[in-house]
């Protein structure tokens, strides 16, 4: 029986270990040639990365039998076409459903045993965005050629997900907005900004984090959407209003690094935003930076 894995490699393919802060891959005996004649390859620091590394070495076109292989391969060559977000979502979704169906033939999963995986993850957004995930690795199996149909694909009924019943209120917006700032920059004036800048603009927090100068141009405010950026990539001007104008000026007012290129920063210039690690969602839970 193999030794169980450790915490922080449980989800990982097989053969690698992350220690000492980067992902390794434990090389086979007799295929220390393609590893730089080394037993442990270090891999990268950071797992996308480290997953462009294995797929150079090892390449793709192996066939793959079991879930734990084709996983693998949806990460190699699927994931990485995906939009930064989304590829997060994906790396973070793979890691419960190897650690359950890796070692299943592609033959042997069934839709009961869909069932009792999201019964077991307690039937929440989380598994069902798991299985999301699973289902359309299957569904590259198919144009693969690992296998002849999709096993599950139509074959499952989940309950919808519950529908959001708390939004902000009017009120509340008003009390933040009147909030008094111990600073004059940063902080909860900067947090006001934003605001004063989203409702006016209606966009996504991610586009408003991604607001730099060179996007305020005279017309008025000059972005791509992120959710269009891969298919249409048409760009869109919000046009200046006089209460837009003063919101912008306001924001660009209280930054707390003046010569930052972003509208929105933190003490040291750089953007919430981060296109590697996805960083921003939370953003302002630390806008004391």
């Known amino acids: 029986m193999p030794r169980a894995r450790n915490p922080e490699n449980r989800g990982l393919p097989a053969r690698w270990k992350h220690e000492h802060g980067a992902y390794y891959y434990q090389v086979p005996a007799g295929q220390e040639s393609m590893w730089d004649g080394k037993r442990k390859f270090r891999l990268a620091a950071t797992l996308p990365e480290a997953y462009k590394v294995w797929a150079d070495r090892i390449g793709v076109t192996v066939k793959a039998k079991t879930i734990g292989a084709l996983l693998d391969r949806y990460m190699l060559q699927v994931v990485p076409g995906k939009k930064v977000t989304t590829q997060t979502h994906n790396r973070i979704a793979v890691k419960p459903l190897r650690a359950v169906f890796a070692e299943v033939h592609l033959l042997d999963i069934k839709p009961m045993h869909i069932y009792q995986y999201i ?5 929440g957004t989380g598994a069902r965005r798991e299985i999301e995930v699973l289902s359309h690795a299957f569904t590259k199996a198919v144009e693969w050629g690992f296998i ?4 599950f694909k139509g074959e499952i009924r989940l309950t ?3 529908a959001r019943t708390r939004y902000v209120e009017d009120w509340e917006i008003v009390e933040c907005l009147s909030l008094e700032s111990k600073r004059k920059s940063g902080s909860v004036l900067a947090v006001q900004a934003y605001i004063r800048v989203k409702l006016l603009t209606g966009m996504r927090l991610g586009d408003l984090l991604r607001l730099t100068m060179s996007s305020l141009q005279d017309d008025g405010i000059h972005f791509t959407p992120s959710k269009t950026q891969t298919t249409t990539g048409k760009r869109m001007v919000i046009k200046w209003s006089n209460e837009l104008r003063d919101a912008v000026e306001m924001a660009k007012k209280v930054r707390p690094f003046q010569s930052s290129s972003f509208l929105f920063c933190n003490r040291e210039g750089k953007g919430y935003f981060n296109e590697i690690t996805v ?3 939370t953003c302002f839970d630390t806008y004391h930076q």
């Open 119 to 123: 019964e077991k993850r307690g039937g």
């Open 148 to 151: 002849h149909q999709h096993p």
């Open 160 to 162: 919808g997900e519950k």
């Open 279 to 281: 960083w921003g969602s």
